[in-house]
């Protein structure tokens, strides 16, 4: 029997409702295939703060360096909303990502063929789109410095950001996208802004000495600016995108959009990673804390299903396990089963728990 540490931390809103049903996918896993998945909760984010007066404790980033994996839900809402404040839920998660030292950003990006009227593009464009984005996490221009204002010599305002990257920080965000596009229909996009940017032009050179590497895998660069188009013109041609921290961020908000609610989409985001290919992650549905319906009991569950699955396969080796939670979410779609965010409008939804019951359901098989 396997034996794995996993570290829930639900944090505020709907992260607590939604952490929950991961949970109760864990135990299911566990139950059907014969592991032993023991979790510890902890607070972070607004939570946190009104509990110790900071976003997440020092022993709780002790548990999560020890732990096989993080389960994060989200943080945040109006009470601690204040941008002026020196203490903000998100410096939980921000602490977390430097002290395991989570690199990639990856965000895969499905259109289930049962909810592609909910998406504002039209079908025929969002037909076959499987994308998986992986965004540099640690560097870059949110990293850079100096990162400050300034007065000019005529004693106006101004303001610098410096975006920077070395060698090694662009290697391992391309191997990691070559190896992952080989399990996959093995093409890789390199996003960079090359005819502008010093550091894109290091991204483009890096890429390219890593390539032969990967002869069995295609590769393409495109330019942001383009990438932004292609992304919903033709985004059923993209398989695995990789790209720097700044155009990453708003590229995954947009290619987010490709699947119509936030409540579907997974992320993961991982550090070094093992010759076994496994290694530490933390995983978070891509949507926020949704104070709007939080309390409710109807907030989706499916991203934090999705996100449980590429915990079993990044974190824990599970690659069938993995499948069988994605098939059993794609089950639940495909019979028609829908909370309010993905149902046909004027449409009553599931709650939460009736949705996470009838994936369990299909996951017992
Ligand atoms: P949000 O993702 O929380 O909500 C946007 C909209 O999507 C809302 O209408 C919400 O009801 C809906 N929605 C989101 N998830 C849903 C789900 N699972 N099921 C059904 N509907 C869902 O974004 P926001 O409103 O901009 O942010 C709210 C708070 O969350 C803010 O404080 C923000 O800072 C925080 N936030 C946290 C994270 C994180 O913890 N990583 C990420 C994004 C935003």
Redesign the pocket.
């Known amino acids: 029997m396997a034996e794995f540490e996993i570290l829930v931390l639900p944090?505020d809103?709907?992260g607590p409702e939604?952490t929950a049903e991961g949970v109760r996918a864990l135990e299911a896993i566990g139950a059907r295939f014969g592991h032993d998945f023991r979790t510890s909760e902890e607070l972070v984010g607004g939570a946190c703060i009104d509990a110790h007066g900071i976003a997440i404790l020092p022993e709780t980033i002790e548990v999560a360096e020890r732990a096989d994996a993080v389960l994060w839900g989200?943080?945040?809402?109006p009470k601690w909303?204040d941008p002026r404040a020196s203490v903000r839920p998100?410096q939980g998660?921000l602490a977390l990502r430097s002290s395991l030292g989570l690199w990639a950003n990856l965000r895969p990006v499905t259109v289930d063929p049962a909810l592609i009227d909910s998406s504002t593009l039209k079908p025929e464009v969002l037909r076959g789109v499987d994308i998986l984005v992986i965004r540099e996490l640690t560097s870059g221009i949110y990293f850079g410095r100096p990162q400050e204002r300034r007065r000019t010599m005529e004693g106006r305002r101004a303001a610098v950001d410096s975006m920077t990257y070395n060698e090694d920080e662009i290697a391992r965000v391309a191997h990691l996208g070559f190896q992952l596009a080989r399990a996959r229909r093995g093409r890789v996009t390199s996003v960079d802004k090359a005819n502008i940017l010093e550091t894109s032009r290091l991204w483009r050179e890096v890429v390219e000495e890593v390539r032969p590497e990967y002869p069995d895998v295609e590769l393409e660069h495109v330019l942001v600016d383009a990438a932004a188009m292609h992304l919903i013109r033709r985004p059923a041609d993209f398989d695995v995108v990789i790209t720097s921290n700044l155009f990453g961020d708003i590229l995954t908000d947009e290619a987010s959009m490709l699947a119509g609610s936030?409540?579907m989409l997974p992320s993961a985001s991982l550090g070094e990673v093992r010759e076994d290919g496994r290694g530490r992650g933390l995983y978070?549905?891509i949507?926020?804390?949704?104070?709007?319906?939080a309390g409710q009991g109807v907030?989706?569950p499916l991203?934090m299903f999705l996100c449980t699955a590429m915990l079993l396969r990044h974190s824990c080796g599970l690659e069938a396990e993995a499948q069988a939670l994605e098939a059993a979410v794609a089950a639940a779609i495909g019979d028609g089963l829908r909370?309010a965010?993905i149902a046909a409008t004027g449409e009553a939804g599931l709650s939460t728990r009736e949705m996470a019951e009838a994936v369990l359901e299909r996951l017992a098989g």
């Open positions: 944090g809103g709907i939604v989200a943080v945040g809402g909303d998100e998660l936030l409540g978070e549905p949507h926020g804390s949704a104070p709007d319906i907030a989706n991203a909370t965010d």
